[in-house]
């Protein structure tokens, strides 16, 4: 999405934001500054780059690009300003609430949502970012230089260091549309990936739960552990990537409770195991779902309130917790994981290629897809 001349502008501002992120919003006057300043010699190039603990950044950004996709450039601008003048009530409701007074399809919006028709588009912003290693939001590029945010002066400097650059290359007969590239010709190039790390594990134990293909060439390894916000943070990106990988990735869960403070975190861990021998894995999911969805509610009468609405023995589940009769191979995959050098959650290990942290989905893929290649 461009604000501003788009095929002649002598300044090219790359922005990338989250539309979640209070400094976004905040420097957001200052944009509107350097437009009504600069008027045709600036451009506004929108990147979008949702910081993965603000998790109505993405829903957001669906938001805006969908008002693009249905209604043109304009469209998206509108809902960028309406979102950050909202930016306090952007749950889904009053998302929709918004697609409604611009006069889009609410229903492809939200089948977007579903569908993750953005996740693409998205996620190759945020590679771009994490290439040129922006660390945080809002992070401007002008004419490829960086430049953190701050007052308009800070931003004016530049801007008119740059103006003067393009007039002179201008006058020497750069076309307009060749501008841009001539003014970034001699920047630098991102720095070249790291190679992944790897980590060594112990296989799992035959009656770890998984989710996937028995047979599925490529393994996902969840080192987590219940009472982690990070690791509740982290479930909606697997949801997607488990949808995306469906049929060719295996998902198996390991336990790995290191925080002394976590207490409890081994009941609900156990309390998992137990859902899994009375019902098999899709108990277990089931159960470990309620739990993410209500992890500030871990007390023993949760955990059976939960069991029992999914048709639990009770006797048998009470009785697993008091004897802790799951707490040997609770232990025995914490041990696995810190035997390996892991040492916080949430962490995966995909075919031995180590992921920390609750990061985008877009590093996951491609770790995933890497393995998927290497396996075949």
Known sequence: ?????????????????????????????????????????????????????????????????????????????????????????????????????????????????????????????????????????PTFFINGRRVGGGPFESFQKVIDEEIKHAEELKAKGTAPDKLYDALIKDGKEPPPEPEPEKKTVDAPPPDAPTKGPANAKVSVQIFSDFQCPYCSMIEPTLAKLQKKYEGKVKWVWRDLIVIPSHTEAWPAAQACREAQKQKGPDAFWKLHDKIFENQKQLKREALEGWAKELGLNMDNFKAALDTNAHKAAVEASVASGTKAGINGTPAFVVNGYFISGALPASAFKKVIDRALKEAK
């Open 1 to 137: 999405p461009i604000r501003g001349n788009a095929k002649g502008a002598l300044v090219t501002i790359v922005e990338f934001s989250d539309f979640e992120c209070p400094y976004c919003a905040k420097i957001e006057p200052t944009i509107t500054k350097i437009m009504d300043t600069y008027k045709e010699k600036v451009r506004i190039a929108w990147r979008n780059y949702p910081l993965s603990f603000h998790k109505r950044a993405r829903p957001a950004a669906y938001l805006a690009l969908e008002a693009r996709a249905q209604k043109g450039n304009d469209a998206f601008w509108a809902m960028h300003d309406k979102i950050f003048e909202n930016q306090r009530a952007i749950d889904q409701e009053n998302l929709e609430k918004m697609a409604a007074e611009l006069k889009l399809d609410v229903d492809k919006f939200k089948k977007g949502l579903k569908d993750d028709r953005w996740d693409e588009s998205i996620d190759a912003d945020t590679d771009v970012g994490n290439a040129f290693h922006i660390g945080g939001t």
